[in-house]
């Protein structure tokens, strides 16, 4: 019988392994499952979209979004990848490398704008109103300039990064 903790180990090494033939980007759990998830996307493709006001919409292009930790947990930072089936593990690792360092920073224009209000407004509000602005732009696929978010601000499936847990 294999165990869970054998599947982790093996995936584990196979991101050291990684490590190991390369020095341009580090390598983590996180990007291997980010290109599991693309590939078991990929698989049932036929049967990815949306469901704006109800009906099924089939989406031409796969996304896999990752959230990544920010100052501490206090935010976190939606990172998209279209189409990652295409994409190497090392190239999924740069990708993202790219747009946390940005996001970390403080440099993503799209999230500081869309985050900017959360800073004002009492959370009995600001949580409401959240979950209705991300219904509106991820679900209808509706983009709202003013407020900093684009319909292709989540893909289809959301991960959250999972370096808090120690591996």
Known sequence: ????????????????????EQQEVHVTITHVFTLAAAWGMYKMRRDVGRLPWGTFKHSKKIGVTVLV?????KDLVPVTLWDGHKMSVIEIAKFMSQRVQRAKSGNDAAHNKSTSSADYLPAFIAQPLAFALTYICATLGISIPAMGLKAETFGHLILTNVGMMGY
């Open 1 to 20: 019988m294999i165990t869970n903790d054998f599947k982790m180990d093996k995936a584990l090494a196979y991101a050291k392994k990684l490590n190991e």
């Open 69 to 73: 930790d920010r100052d501490g947990g």
